[in-house]
């Protein structure tokens, strides 16, 4: 049967499965995308879901003006989601005609998509910032870029509503920071500034608070090792960020970024900052979210600042605070579990037991080769820099890390591997 059917038709059947929405949902859909006085005129929802069927079999192509009602239901353009294929001209419901009289109405009121739409396009950003966390990079970044070239698709027809528009430029600076941190992970600093720097420059465009862009910047400045530049960002962010968990995220970036730096004081002004806000009036975190900063998160942050500051005690006690974080309750995120691991590694490592060291780690050395991403594989680097120190190189121990820690790095990415730690 599919076989039959037109491109435009088994798009038209796509689309709505991947909303999960069934032929009666669509169909309300449809008649909500429409403006008041054509709503009215429309056939009912009973009448639209048997043309939804012959639609989606390729029976009856849409007429203009309800293929105008796919598109502003779908968010796409009519070339998107119609082809090169004209519309019917034979008119399925006559009075749909919109008198010459309203035509400056109906022109104000004309857009290339709908508030549903929007919503659909916010909605499946946050899903994926959600599953930032659970998901592969590069798996994500895929639906990151192709829910963004949806979104560019409808802001270059420019036939939206003023408001639609700002909404649509401040979800699109949202995906754009979100490709940022995810081709960071995949190992790709230079096009994750891009992304990065046009974040922010959609989000001011936008009229929208551009601190999830900024921290976005300040990571991939991390990465960069332009580490007074990312503390500079992250500060910049977290005085302009609203009562939500990027604040306390962009206090600890900065926290990470001065420790780095070798500046501790700063480091621990930045982490106690971040304890601050997080005590007070904050928007609630899933704590798994791309731009979350849970209790186990945070305590990753201390973690890394009390290595950096050759605090190992320390930097366990960090640890420790994870590990009952996650007792409590609170969601178990891979990527923090296996960096606290790392970290807690690189104390035992500080302390001269190496043995206790590779206990720490062997759990996380299992980890799928398209799960070790940059934030795992640069801090994992930094043990091994510590295991070459000259009171281990007679050390059989040392060695069998080190080998260890190459081979797990080697497994993530061709080349060589990475030479920084990040958090």
């Not at 949806?150 to 528009?165: C, E, N």
């Not at 608070?209 to 910049?236: F, H, V």
């Not at 604040?247 to 070798?262: D, R, V």
């Not at 060291?357 to 050395?365: G, S, W």
Request: proline share 4%.
């Amino acid at each position: 049967m599919s076989k039959n059917r037109p491109e435009w038709a088994l798009r038209l059947l796509a689309e709505r499965r991947k909303r999960l929405w069934s032929q009666r949902q669509l169909a309300s859909h449809l008649l909500k995308a429409a403006d008041e006085r054509t709503r009215a005129q429309l056939a009912s929802v009973e009448s639209l879901c048997r043309m939804v069927r012959d639609y989606e079999a390729g029976r009856h192509h849409p007429s203009e003006e309800y293929a105008e009602l796919y598109c502003r239901v779908y968010g796409l353009t009519h070339e998107a989601l119609f082809g090169g294929e004209a519309p019917s001209q034979t008119t399925e419901h006559p009075a749909l005609t919109i008198p010459h009289a309203e035509a400056l109405i109906a022109w104000l009121t004309s857009t290339n998509t709908s508030d549903i739409a929007v919503e659909t396009i916010g909605q499946q950003a946050s899903a994926l910032a959600e599953a930032h966390t659970r998901t592969p990079p590069a798996h994500v970044l895929g639906e990151v870029v192709q829910l963004h070239h949806q979104t560019q698709a409808l802001l270059h027809t420019g036939r939206q509503r003023l408001r639609q528009t700002r909404e649509l430029l401040r979800l699109d600076a949202d995906l754009l920071a979100h490709a940022c941190l995810l081709l960071g992970d995949v190992h790709q600093d230079e096009a994750a500034a891009a992304y990065g720097r046009a974040a922010e420059m959609y989000a001011r465009e936008a009229g929208a608070n551009p601190a999830i862009a900024i921290a976005a910047q300040a990571k991939t400045a991390r990465w960069r090792r332009r580490y007074a530049e990312s503390a500079d960002l992250a500060r910049q962010g977290y005085e302009i960020a609203p009562a939500a968990p990027v604040k306390i995220l962009l206090a600890c970036q900065e926290a990470n970024a001065a420790g780095l730096l070798g500046d501790v004081p700063r480091a621990r002004g930045a982490l106690q900052r971040a304890e601050d806000t997080a005590s007070g009036s904050i928007a609630a975190d899933s704590g798994s979210s791309a731009w979350s900063c849970s209790n186990s998160r945070r305590a990753l942050f201390a973690l890394s600042v009390a290595t950096r500051a050759g605090d190992a005690e320390a930097a366990l006690q960090a640890a420790r605070m994870a590990e009952e974080s996650w007792a409590a309750g609170e969601p178990w995120v891979r990527g923090t579990w296996a960096q606290i691991r790392i970290g807690a590694g690189i104390a035992h490592v500080m302390h001269g037991d190496l043995d206790a060291a590779a206990a720490q780690i062997k759990p996380m050395l299992s980890l799928a080769p398209e799960l070790r991403i940059t934030t795992i594989t640069r801090y994992l680097a930094r043990m091994g820099e510590l295991l070459r120190a000259r009171r281990f190189q007679r050390n059989p121990a040392a060695g069998d890390l080190i080998e260890q820690i190459r081979a797990f790095n080697l497994g993530a990415r061709p080349g060589p591997p990475p030479k920084e730690e990040t958090a």
